[in-house]
Nanobody, 122 residues
Framework: QVQLVESGGGLVQVGGSLRLSCAAS????????MGWFRQAPGKEREFVARVNWSGGSTNYPNSVKGRFTISRDNAKKTVYLQMNSLKPEDTAVYYCAAGQGGTTTRGSYDFWGQGTQVTVSS
C-alpha cells in the first residue's frame, strides 16, 4: 500500500515556475513507477509525466516536453515535478500516482494522491 500527498501548487503568472512535490509512505516506494497527471475543469485526466523506479527514464507528452521535468528521490520517498514557462492551459488539478507497471495511461497506476491546484494567470 502506498499513500501519496502532493504539495506545491498555487497561483503563478504566465511564464512563471512551480515545483510540485509528492511524498509517499510505505517501504516499497522505489519499486513503483511514479507519474503525474492533471485534470482541468470539464476535461479528462491527462498524462503529464512519468519516471521509472531508478529515475533514469522519463516520459512526457508533447504539450509539456521541454518545460516540465519529473524527478525522484527514493531516499526521501518523494517525486517532483518542476514546471517552467507555465501557460494558462497548464491550469488544472495535478495528481501524483504510483504503479508497478505505470505507463502513460491512468489505468496503469494503482495509487493516487488527492491532488494540488495549479492556476496560471495571464
Amino acid at each position: 500500500q502506498v499513500q501519496l500527498v502532493e504539495s506545491g501548487g498555487g497561483l503563478v503568472q504566465v511564464g512563471g515556475s512551480l515545483r510540485l512535490s509528492c511524498a509517499a509512505s510505505g517501504r516499497t516506494f522505489s519499486r513503483y513507477v511514479m507519474g503525474w497527471f492533471r485534470q482541468a475543469p470539464g476535461k479528462e485526466r491527462e498524462f503529464v509525466a512519468r519516471v521509472n523506479w531508478s529515475g533514469g527514464s522519463t516520459n512526457y507528452p508533447n504539450s509539456v516536453k521541454g518545460r516540465f521535468t519529473i524527478s525522484r528521490d527514493n531516499a526521501k520517498k518523494t517525486v517532483y515535478l518542476q514546471m517552467n514557462s507555465l501557460k494558462p492551459e497548464d491550469t488544472a488539478v495535478y495528481y501524483c500516482a504510483a504503479g508497478q507497471g505505470g505507463t502513460t495511461t491512468r489505468g496503469s497506476y494503482d495509487f493516487w494522491g488527492q491532488g494540488t491546484q495549479v492556476t496560471v494567470s495571464s
